[in-house]
């Protein structure tokens, strides 16, 4: 029930909104702004005039840079429905820092609503129109103060950042904050073997959306779900799936987290007013090595971000994935790339992009198969290597590789523990669910909808745990070493299919001319040439 008439704004008695407001982000706390000293001396006040109190309103922990408080709300709810005829605060920062927000409600929202406000010890009172000339002032000066705070704040983080100690609020996927030291990440044993896996399966020739497909087959869960189960507080966006997407794998292998460097300043805030952030680029980014234990190795990854570069998703007339001469072949006439079109024999080939767009005015077509490309890269790449090649030293680099495999054992037996662990999770879920179903908490279509999706991760776990055991046990068989150095060396020499790694490494770009040669150019100097 409304306490007001229609025309309250000058009367004896009032119904009075005490509203008490703390931050702890820029610099507010102390006993002198406490809570408790704020709703003392404003009741202290109330009491001393004879008027009533109508409620107190309490935003603890909330900026005055916002006005999205859940008790400022409510206030703002009863001046509406007129419970409210006087609003009144210690002091004028206490109702916000912004001076065009606060402005708008003393000069025009309290007025509309003939409501009075009173900021105590700024000596303001808008039922004395004669005492309020410095009011703009005063809320320019405590946006101007909250504008100071958040440069120290942000000076502040920004040393830490080039200390590379860790400031955000939740660690990476395949990290966790060190206990013992918050801007510190430790290694998240159960999830750095997936972590391990996306940047394997890129570097076998996986694309982001085949790697994401995987992962969801078998039951793992996104970045976002994963980090939502762990912490109360994370929020998930507009998610309303716990799935793995194209942009969740190439965010992590563009991260150089994983190497053990502390990677930050990727946003920043349009203002300090402003809640929107703009992504700053790469280059940009602060990034401080050798902070944490890596996952990935650094040669893994500096091979990952080659890939990256290279990626060109763009092929006219193909499917939409990454063909192997994307950004590596190019006309060697006009100088523009090679498009891939799809033969009606099914076989994919390039033509100059140039001839396509512009026709016989501008280029001529340099068409050539990709088979054939790759035949003739392969034939010059194989004389290169049998002439120049160091058998024996080559043999040798087999060897260390052959002594790694302990280390690829490590890894596929951390993700078979973290598999069995995720297996028997879901089956602790099942028999929950079914005893939630007895009990009448869920309904039998719930219980099945539930049932379904469980038991689905559980049959693609249970593929997995298969898999990896089927994986350790051929890597734990004794073989012949010398054979498997030997052969190792001998598909070196032999090289019978390309990949877009082995570009990457070896190849800057290839020109195809008209007349169906090639001309390649290697980062390391040809010496057949």
């Not at 029930?1 to 507010?28: A, K, P």
């Not at 939502?228 to 507080?233: A, D, G």
Request: with cysteine; glycine share 6%.
């Amino acid at each position: 029930m409304s306490h007001l008439g229609s025309d309250n704004y000058q009367r004896e008695n009032y119904y009075v909104g005490i509203y008490c407001r703390l931050s702890n982000d820029d610099g507010e706390t102390g006993e002198s702004n406490s809570i408790g000293n704020q709703k003392s001396m404003m009741m202290k006040y109330v009491m001393d005039k004879g008027w009533d109190i109508a409620d107190i309103y309490i935003d603890d922990g909330y900026s005055g840079l916002s006005f999205d408080r859940p008790a400022f709300k409510r206030m703002l709810q009863d001046i509406k429905e007129k419970k409210i005829s006087l609003v009144i605060t210690k002091d004028m920062s206490r109702l916000g820092r912004d001076y065009i927000q606060v402005g708008h409600y003393i000069e025009k929202f309290f007025p509309e609503n003939r409501v009075r406000f009173i900021a105590i010890n700024d000596n303001l009172d808008t039922g004395n129109i004669d005492g309020n000339d410095m009011t703009p002032f005063k809320a320019v000066i405590n946006d101007m103060y909250c504008k100071d705070i958040s440069k120290k704040v942000r000076s502040v983080f920004n040393m830490k950042r080039q200390e590379g100690k860790f400031i955000g609020p939740f660690a990476p996927y395949g990290y966790e904050k060190d206990p013992k030291d918050k801007s510190h990440l430790i290694i998240d044993k159960e999830i750095a073997p997936v972590v391990r896996r996306i940047f394997q399966m890129y570097l076998m020739g996986h694309g982001f959306t085949s790697i994401a497909r995987k992962l969801n087959e078998e039951g793992i869960p996104s970045p976002s779900y994963y980090k939502k189960s762990k912490y109360e507080n994370y929020n998930v966006g507009r998610t309303r799936v716990g799935k793995w997407c194209h942009s969740s794998v190439k965010s992590i292998l563009k991260n150089p987290v994983y190497t053990g460097s502390v990677a930050q300043n990727k946003y920043k805030k349009i203002n300090y007013k402003s809640d929107k952030v703009e992504a700053i680029h790469q280059k940009d980014w602060i990034v401080v090595e050798g902070k944490h234990e890596a996952i990935i190795s650094p040669e893994d990854f500096r091979k990952t971000q080659i890939l990256l570069k290279n990626k060109n998703a763009d092929f006219s007339g193909a499917k939409k994935a990454v063909k192997l001469f994307s950004g590596f072949a190019f006309c060697g006439d006009c100088g523009e790339y090679m498009t891939y079109t799809k033969a009606p024999s099914g076989n994919y080939f390039l033509i100059c992009s140039g001839y396509k767009r512009f026709g016989k005015s501008h280029c001529t077509r340099h068409s050539i198969l990709e088979d054939e490309l790759e035949e003739m890269i392969l034939s010059d790449f194989r004389k290169l290597v049998h002439k120049f090649a160091d058998r024996e030293k080559l043999k040798q680099k087999a060897e260390k590789v052959a002594n790694r495999k302990k280390t690829s054992k490590s890894i596929y037996e951390d993700e078979l523990i973290s598999v069995e662990k995720r297996l028997e999770d879901v089956k602790i879920m099942l028999k929950s669910l079914y005893e939630d179903k007895v009990k009448g908490i869920i309904d039998e279509e719930q219980f099945l909808e539930f049932y379904n999706s469980f038991n689905k991760d559980k049959l693609n776990l249970g593929n997995r745990q298969d898999e990896l055991k089927k994986i350790l046990n051929i890597t734990g068989k004794q073989e012949d070493k010398k054979k498997k150095v030997e052969g190792l060396v001998d598909r070196t020499m032999n090289l019978k299919k390309l990949n877009r790694l082995i570009l990457c490494e070896m190849i800057e770009k290839v020109e195809v001319l008209e007349s169906q040669d090639i001309k390649i150019h290697y980062k390391i100097k040809n010496p057949c040439q």
